[in-house]
Every structure is written in structure tokens, then in C-alpha cells.
């Protein structure tokens, strides 16, 4: 989907290969068969790290820590890229319907944890970006990534097969 914003806004029109995965997407690079992925860091470091593949931009709005000096391609200065932000994220969901106060319970132990310094920095050593939210926070994202993500599918002609 990133590759299809990216397209998208640019202009282009590279083709998509599927893959099982990331790994095996970051191996055809290695090995010369693909000339360009769109893959999270944590799948890429290690190639990028062995010196096995060059990493021309991250997807996100700001640097990702494991590999500050690769730019973000918001910043490249390629016309439509300002603003380009293509993020992935995990998250807790709980049956809907949950009490607000055990969501927020839930909600303010795992902030807890995961604003610790120890295991922030494990994260971002990984190539991750600890983002805590509120609940509400965290709807109006879901919300909005769900009407960007359907717009992008649309405009890239993608369907479920």
C-alpha cells in the first residue's frame, strides 16, 4: 500500500511483486531480482547493517532512530512526496462494548511499560518508534488511517482477492 501512495504521488508506475513476506522481499533485493522494496526497517536492518542493501528513505514523518541519517522521503524534495507518511503500528484492541474503565485501566498500564527507558530504547534499537496514545487518540487514528488507506486502494485500483 506504501508503494501504492508512493506511486501514486509520484507519478509511476512500478510493478508490484508479492511476496510471502519481508524477509523474502529484502532477499530478492540482495539478490539483484528486485531493484526497490518498501519494507519496515526491523526486516531491513540487518541486510542494511551486513552492508547488503542501501536504504534510500524511511516511510515515516520523522527519522527512525536505528538508521537516523536515512532520510525521511517527506524530506527527499521529490515533488509529491511532501507530507508522505506511511506507517506501521500495532496496537491492543478490546471487544467492543468493554467497559471505558478497563480500557483505560488497559490502556494506562501498557503506556506504563512501554514508556519505560529500557524497553523504549530495546524498540528503537530495532528500528522501531514507541507512539503512545489515549484511547480516543488512538480511534481518531484508526479512523483516520482507515479512510486514507481506503482512498489510496481506490486510487490504485487495489481489491481483495
Not at 532477499?27 to 536504504?55: D, H, W, Y
Not at 517527506?74 to 474503565?101: C, E, K, M, N, Y
Not at 503506556?111 to 530495532?126: D, G, H, I, N, Y
Request: include cysteine; charged fraction near 20%; charge should be positive.
Amino acid at each position: 500500500m506504501a508503494f501504492a501512495e508512493f506511486n501514486s504521488r509520484l507519478g509511476l508506475n512500478m510493478i508490484h511483486v508479492p511476496y510471502k513476506g519481508g524477509p523474502e522481499a529484502i532477499l530478492s533485493v540482495v539478490r539483484g531480482e528486485t531493484c526497490c522494496i518498501m519494507n519496515q526497517v526491523q526486516t531491513a536492518l540487518p541486510q542494511f547493517k551486513a552492508g547488503k542493501v542501501r536504504l534510500l528513505g524511511v516511510t515515516t514523518v520523522k527519522p527512525v532512530a536505528a538508521v537516523r541519517d536515512v532520510p525521511t522521503i517527506a524530506s527527499s524534495g521529490l515533488p509529491g512526496t511532501q507530507g508522505f507518511d506511511s506507517s506501521i503500528w500495532f496496537a491492543v484492541f478490546a471487544p467492543r462494548g468493554t467497559d471505558p474503565t478497563i480500557v483505560n485501566k488497559l490502556n494506562a498500564a501498557i503506556r506504563t511499560v512501554m514508556e519505560q527507558p529500557e524497553l523504549r530504547a530495546k524498540f528503537e534499537s530495532q528500528g522501531n518508534t514507541v507512539r503512545t496514545e489515549t484511547p480516543s487518540q488512538f480511534k481518531q487514528t484508526v479512523h483516520a488511517n482507515r479512510l486514507k488507506w481506503a482512498e489510496i486502494a481506490k486510487t490504485a485500483n487495489i481489491s481483495l482477492d
